[in-house]
């Protein structure tokens, strides 16, 4: 993949993890290069399933990313538009590319993420944040717009109907602690625990098969845009997607041979046993 | 807006805000004259866009809404009817009209608010609730029926599907503490704390603008019942219906000129600063 | 229903409950036996309508249900099929129909419930489990598939979707306060509870209707696959079949006469009054 080359952000690759780190000096705003640069890490990461996890992180010590940029919010168009003729913006477009990326994406969140800065946060598979440092806030409406990098979309996915309101229609800070009671982030960390738990977890996905992270990411995203009959079928579907191509026979007959699963102490030591099992390809 | 003349509650304008008061001796019921006057109040709030933010509390020290009228329930139709033949009936009706309220709606809930009272609560945008007074249920199956004031279908949208089925199945009394850890409700609060948390969110949400409110809430709905692909549409739809009539573009143009966006002691005081703009028309 | 002849759990039927029994040793491994089986019980539930609650609960100390059985997995096809030519697993058609009982099911979960245990719970109306004994896990990552009995599906309908992906793609142990805070149970109980409460809560649910108990879940579950207009048209169908079966009116009858809502005594009781009504049929 790409890791150079990159100015509003920084790009380091370990053993199938690409850990980026915005770096867009003085408040990592959410700028019209970084969103290019975005576009082309996506097109990059498309094309190197060698990488299964990729990490977003900030250079900043206060802020994540702190928003769009209001130097090409003020070009925005006030032209009302018909439904039929509607087009998505740049950063819909943008973090929803991020969104369907193959790769497990995380964000790991140690300062301001408000705006597009939050809404990228959104975009990724699973958020971690820092107690004490993180912040989070939808300012739009108070600027006269609603959340429109996806914002607007994806919060009711996250935290159900009635908080996503909350937190688009108040306009408020809120901490990683309130966050995660509402459901926004996977789990707020203590400051100095978050580096180790990101990098825990990080290193074990990063040891998966790449066709079965496709099949999960996939399925489980279209669980939520379909019916329960459909999403069954689309569930089918990936599976035999993912073992016409990754080691999962081979993985369960050694499993099955070596009497793995019938064994207490097996069960008992299951989360240890299936990374032995990673070798197996 | 139409403040006089409702017999089952009070109205009290106020910059902005409406606050309705229910008081329908002696316990709250949910009658058919509440559930025309509701009707009322929902035709009137859709004509006055001058009101942002619309409250619901009690005057009865121990009861928000009790529950639908078993005098009418008693009446309900006992035919069964072909989906064909279905019209939505006259609870479902009013309370989808208050759903669909261009304005932010608030359940301030400080008492029990069973059957209809809860669902009624469902069908505004959030909900909070002050401990040792709010007692939540659903009784509807224990009467041979189930919730059909809406109930049955917004509870999967706020807490899952798990959670809804117990709360439905069940039909037994939770608090506060428990239907905000089910996320039923947006937060438990102290019951003498209550009222200035109410107060000052609803000071705060009712300065925003009233197309950003529409738009940003019509986006939210909107987007738990369209896959992500047509809800990013339905964003991009509503962010130019604001744009075409907010002041967004002043706003971001003197946020901008002010250089309010690269400066870390501003970011640190987004929330504050962001109540300065609220001027800028 | 059918109590005799199944080899992988034990059955014992009681005033409208059936309690299955996982037992299946060594480690109650989801075999095909045990999905053939619980194909069987379910024919039997869908005709027996005497029946309002299955419990299903373990005779192992430390095992739900493990895990699907690697000696068949191992035999899985690996040739990819296009969308048009998917037909259901014959585990996710097993689980699907429990999920689609008339009857509330409840899963009473002590000790490992992982891979198609964990789906087996996902597909019961309501979970709950056992501190210092539950532990949930998703292996199927990292063996090179997906969680193919309806996990994949179903997480994010409990939970949302980035604690789904983090669940699914983690592949990781949680336990039971775990499983609570991010919303995969409905709550965690102290071991030397969670019997007195299962029974009590079953003991409740277990009186009521079955056709007010099958419109309510009907509801709820459609109510998640469908836009907000159209599940309130399932939910108005749904009243008029349960009313048209049910003792609905009778009981309403009852309550308006003896004055049952207006009282606020009555109000307060409301959780025990409700229960009085279950004689009136």
Redesign the interface.
Known sequence: MKTTGFKTFKVAEKEGQAWVTFDNP??N?QDIPMIKELDDLAASLEDDRSIKVVVFQSAHP??FI??A???F??E??????T?ED????DL?KVL?RISKLPQ?TVSKIEG?A?GGGHEFALAT???FAARGKAVF?Q??????????G?G???????????????V??????FDADQAEAY?L??RALDADKIGAFVED?VN??SQ??S???E???R???A???????E???????????????????K???M??DTG?????EN??N??TL??G??GVN
């Open positions: 003085p408040v705003i206060e802020i702190a928003h940029d209001t130097n919010l003020k925005m168009s006030t032209k009302a538009v439904r509607i087009e998505l913006l819909q929803q497990i301001f408000r598979d699973m958020r806030m300012m739009e409406v108070g600027m006269g717009i609603l959340p429109c996806g607007s979309s994806r919060m009711a996915r996250q935290i159900g109907l009635g908080r996503a309101l909350e688009i229609l108040s306009a408020k800070d459901g982030i996977n977890l074990r996905m998966f098969n066709d079965a992270i099949a999960a990411k399925t489980v995203y669980s939520i845009d379909l019916p329960i009959e999403a069954l079928k689309e569930e089918a579907y990936w599976l035999y997607q993912a073992t016409s191509k990754s080691p999962a026979i993985r369960f007959t499993a099955d793995f699963q019938n064994d207490i069960q008992r299951f989360e299936l990374m099992l990673q």
